[in-house]
């Protein structure tokens, strides 16, 4: 009995200690050219993607009529993908929520809930225009240090009121930009 107890033994011990797959190898081998590893430096640091967020918030921010501008509601969530390009997004509001209207008031007038409305209106061509400045201005950015072959995307998401007439009204405004065609195409969806 203890000569079989002693022979498992032997053999779980041998078993475990005999070579098998090196999960380091296996991982180095499995890694696709052109990847960025854990030591390596991304080609567009995050300060730089910040900072160009921030630069796209406000411009958004100064986009419309002194009484009527353009609000980002969530900052500009951008990225850069190497041999894709870079994409910037942002929530907005076309224009600021009528006076008086908050948490516990949601009654809205028809006078209010036209002019609001009129207002939205009045700033989709210039919340548009804004957006190509800022796709042209990321393309010659030299913090993000795009190839002719990257792309350019800045999008911005509209957000409205459960109260609201949507009717007509956009849902989001993309500019999009191929660098190696330099013109902005302007989508609103």
């Known amino acids: 009995m203890k000569l079989t107890i002693f022979l498992t033994a032997i053999a779980f011990v041998s078993a475990g200690a005999q070579p098998g797959p090196n999960p380091a190898a296996n991982a180095a081998a499995a890694k696709p050219a052109n990847t960025i590893g854990a030591t390596e430096s991304a080609p567009v640091s995050l300060q730089a993607i910040h900072g160009l967020e ?3 918030d406000s411009r958004i921010g100064a986009t419309g009529a002194k009484t009527a501008p353009c609000t980002v509601l ?6 850069y993908i190497a041999g894709l390009g870079a994409i910037f997004e942002a929530d907005v ?14 009654t809205v007038g028809p006078q209010q809930k036209a002019k609001y409305r009129g207002d ?5 061509p210039l919340l ?3 957006l190509n400045d800022v796709a042209l201005a990321l393309a010659a950015s030299p ?3 795009m190839t002719d072959r990257d792309q350019v995307v800045v999008a911005a998401r509209l957000v409205y009121r459960s109260w609201e ?3 007509g009204m956009p849902g989001q405004i993309v500019a999009h930009l191929d660098r190696r065609g330099g013109t902005v195409r302007l989508e609103v969806q």
């Open 128 to 130: 548009e225009k804004t």
């Open 93 to 106: 509001e076309l224009a600021p929520t009528p006076g008086g209207v908050g948490l516990f008031q949601s």
């Open 54 to 56: 921030k630069d796209m």
């Open 120 to 124: 939205k209106l009045a700033n989709i």
């Open 143 to 145: 913090a993000l240090k």
């Open 74 to 79: 969530s900052p500009t969530r951008g990225l």
């Open 165 to 167: 007439d949507t009717a």
